[in-house]
């Protein structure tokens, strides 16, 4: 029985059609769902510290609307991915005791701190545009629910995109100290941005079963790849320069050659000795304290209505 179950799931994924919640599936394909979309959902709402800290000071009400948007859409994409995540069996409190307990990670990127206003239009071309290019792919990947939260994300991302890079012309367009801050903030944000796509292929201990599942559609490398080929004419536009010495286009390849990524950071990042680690993880688990209230009243409205009571 479940060798004709195996053959169905295996003839389901190699014919690029979608693996849905009630399907039979190998405990390994769950698992790694499980651990790649919780910590994708918890990457979401810690992103949400290093540019909330920006909405009091932003220049402008325009700027503040627009930055309280993109942080409610970040919230957002988390509670997508942890309801992707539920339909496999894992709880939201299971997931986020794992992430307050340092069980599970999110992405090393929101460890940097954002110092200038510029930072908030650093994250948006860069660290959202490397969230674009890596998220893209997961709009086909195998398992439905995960690929269907991602068509959604990947909309929303892309004016996420458009106000950072926006954000950082009207700058390098400013005044000289307005030039250098948005500068200042390529200069930090360049090479950590680089490091979302994940260790190098030969260093990737999920990608080869993650692509024979069809989880991931490219490698590290190739979207790290397709990231800077896309991101080069745009800082040319910006009128800003990628603190790389080394990135020169390379006709044989078709794409543009880049410098050495420090994986001594990232690992170090990875092991929380990253700028901010200490103080996200302390701000998340804060929030969730002050907001066991609203989890408790929700639960007990529930319980006197019953599921279906409004
Ligand atoms: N930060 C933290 N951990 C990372 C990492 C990063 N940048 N890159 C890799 N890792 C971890 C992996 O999770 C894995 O550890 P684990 O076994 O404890 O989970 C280990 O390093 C080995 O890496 P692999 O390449 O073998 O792991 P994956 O096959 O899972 O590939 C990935 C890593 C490309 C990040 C993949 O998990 C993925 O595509 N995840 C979905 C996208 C995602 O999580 N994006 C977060 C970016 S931020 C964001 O999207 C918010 C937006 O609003 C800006």
Not at 144 to 164: D, I, L, N, T, W
Not at 180 to 207: C, K
Not at 284 to 289: F, I, K
Request: charged share 25%.
């Amino acid at each position: 029985e479940e060798a004709a179950q195996e053959a169905a799931f295996d003839a389901t994924v190699a014919a690029d059609e979608r693996i849905e919640p009630r399907d039979w599936m190998p405990e390994a394909y769950r698992s790694t769902l499980v651990r790649q979309i919780a910590q994708h959902a918890h990457s979401e709402i810690i992103g949400m510290q290093p540019e909330a800290n920006w909405i009091t000071r932003a220049p402008s009400l325009r700027r503040k609307a627009i930055l309280m948007a993109k942080v409610q859409d970040e919230a957002g994409h988390g509670l997508y991915l942890y309801s992707a995540a539920e339909t496999l069996g894992a709880s939201r409190d299971e997931l986020l005791d794992k992430l307050h307990t340092g069980r599970q990670k999110y992405s090393s990127i929101f460890n940097y701190p954002t110092l200038t206003w510029a930072d908030v239009g650093a994250i948006g071309w860069l660290v959202d545009g490397a969230a674009i290019t890596n998220q893209v792919p997961l709009c086909r990947c195998s398992y439905g629910p995960y690929a269907r939260a991602m068509v959604r994300v990947c909309k929303e991302e892309s004016f996420h995109q458009r106000q950072g890079y926006e954000l950082l012309l009207t700058l390098s367009r400013g005044t000289d100290a307005q030039h250098a801050m948005a500068q200042d903030a390529v200069d930090r944000w360049w090479w950590p941005s680089l490091m979302m796509f994940g260790p190098p292929d030969d260093e990737s201990s999920h990608s080869a079963q993650s692509m024979a599942w069809k989880i991931k559609r490219h490698s590290n490398d190739e979207l790290r790849q397709r990231f800077v080929d896309i991101c080069v004419p745009q800082a040319e536009a910006l009128g800003l320069t990628l603190p790389d010495p080394d990135l020169v286009w390379n006709e044989d390849r078709g794409h543009y050659d880049f410098g050495s990524i420090d994986w001594t950071e990232f690992r170090e990042v990875l092991k929380g000795n990253g700028p901010c680690n200490e103080q996200r993880i302390n701000r998340r688990r804060r929030a969730h304290e002050e907001g066991a209230w609203v989890r408790e009243a929700a639960a007990a409205h529930a319980a006197k209505h019953g599921k279906a009571g409004r």
